[in-house]
């Protein structure tokens, strides 16, 4: 199995951070701006990109340190049997975000792609939070052509 | 051991790809502006970052297809046996690179970090061939407040 790994350090609370990562309107702030579903454990969160997207279930949440999902459904057909992991921790005037996407079957051209987008996407979120102007869906930047 | 691997597509030829990973000038505009050493096969690159910084040996080259890089010397001690492969290939007007830093003995916090980081980087690649202006260090992104 193979994971993806990334680290970034926001200026911010980890209750700020926590907060965009356990609501539909945090989550819109970041990663796509068509978000619904999120809430406590066993929530399943629709990301949906175009119409499309993946699902997640919550699977375990510890205010201010950890959010952790399953992906659910079946789409991407590679996310199958993968999980998202956050683990905040905080150091002075910043919290790391610890990211964890694991249970990758391969290191195929798409995760490498995937791994490229969350770095897009946690810089987003970054923002978002630091600047009040994240690039969720459809503003994200593009890493290809395609 | 543990790889980083990464996706892009860059609005370009191989050979704008190509330079910009195996010349001081082209290397110069993506990731630090102090390198020096860049060249044939046996050659030793020299990325300096305020006056510190990894040295890589060139193994293999393939013009226009692939760059390969092992890690020369001990600096930082978390990269000594790595490697990194730079695979071109061409796709209608971009050209999508497929980076990989293996070798990693473990998935540590500072891999984590140096996998974004890599992000940001290529993203800096990326913009450097297609607006002809890069990021790159001491002008990168800051992907932490450390």
Redesign the interface.
């Known amino acids: 199995m193979v ?9 911010g609370t980890p209750s700020q951070v926590y907060h965009a990562l356990t609501t539909n309107d945090g989550l819109a702030q970041w990663w796509t701006n068509d978000v619904s579903g999120a809430g406590v454990v066993d929530s399943v969160i629709e990301f949906r990109f175009n119409g499309s997207g993946p699902d997640f279930l919550v699977t375990e949440l510890i205010p201010d340190k950890i959010v952790r999902w399953q992906h659910h459904g079946n789409m991407p057909e590679a996310w199958i049997g993968t999980e998202v992991l956050f683990q905040l921790q905080q ?4 919290v ?1 975000i ?2 964890t996407h694991s249970n990758w079957e391969q ?1 195929s ?1 798409f ?3 995937c ?2 987008k969350w ?2 996407f ?2 987003s979120l ?1 923002a978002a939070i630091e600047t009040g102007k994240g690039s969720p869906f459809p503003d994200d ?1 593009q ?4």
Chains 1, 2 share one sequence.
């Open positions: 994971e993806i790994n990334h680290q970034i350090g926001i200026k150091d002075g005037d910043q790391f610890r990211f290191a051209d995760m490498a792609h791994n490229t770095a897009v946690l810089l970054k930047i890493i290809d052509h395609s």
